[in-house]
Each structure stands twice: as C-alpha cells, then as structure tokens.
C-alpha cells in the first residue's frame, strides 16, 4: 500500500483559498485513484472530490463544486486539492486516500490507503 501524507492546511478567513497536497511513497502514484475526504467533529467522513489514475474523470460533491479543484501530478506522486471561497462550514481535518483503479468511488470503503490529515479552519 502507498503512503500518504497531506499538508496546506491551516487557518483562513471565509473567501479566502488554500491549496493542499498529498505526498505519496512507497507505491506508484499512477496505478491509483485518489480521492479528498473530510471530517468535522461529531460527524462522518464525508466525501469531497475523486480523480482518477490519469486525471482524466473527476468527481466532486455538490457542496463544493464551483469551488474546490482536484488534480494530480503522477511525475511528482503528488495530488492537489484547490479550494477557494472557502466557507466556515468547509472546517474539518480533511484526508486524502487512494484506492485500486480504475473505479472512482465516492465512499471512503472504496479507498484503503489513507494520510494522516490536514486541519482545515474558515474563520467566519
């Protein structure tokens, strides 16, 4: 299994952007799905966007799309998720996660690689 470690978060007013990263190791980038998933406390996991092994298809739920980007850079084993205009409803510690390809699940049983996360914090 690939090793994943995220970075970028931090602390940002409402509307403002951060871009976050997804180092991975140990495998080859390329032959995985990656997937962003988010968790506030007291709630689930929840899904926020997928991209599949070439960059070719994405996936994106429908509270961030128009806002947030996934992307990926299989020469660097490297994913990315843009977010922009962000909102205070956007805080949570967010993961990214891969899985077999060539699915794009949108669950987070679909995935059975996961990083540490990232604290994401939109200041009202």
């Known amino acids: 299994q690939v090793q994943l470690v995220e970075s970028g978060g931090g602390l940002v007013q409402a509307g403002g952007s951060l871009r976050l990263s997804c180092a991975a190791s140990?495998?080859?980038?390329?032959?995985?799905?990656m997937g962003w998933f988010r968790q506030a406390p007291g709630t689930e996991r929840e899904f926020v966007a997928a991209?599949?092994?070439?960059?070719?298809?994405?996936y994106y739920a429908d509270s961030v799309k128009g806002r947030f980007t996934i992307s990926r850079d299989n020469a660097k084993n490297t994913g990315y998720l843009q977010m922009n205009s962000l909102q205070h409803e956007d805080t949570a510690v967010y993961y990214c996660?891969?899985?077999?390809?060539?699915?794009?699940?949108?669950?987070?049983?679909?995935?059975?690689?996961w990083g540490q996360g990232t604290q994401v914090t939109v200041s009202s």
């Open positions: 996660a891969t899985g077999p390809r060539p699915r794009v699940p949108l669950a987070p049983l679909g995935y059975n690689s």
């Open positions: 991209i599949s092994w070439s960059g070719g298809t994405t």
């Open positions: 140990g495998g080859t980038f390329s032959m995985y799905t």
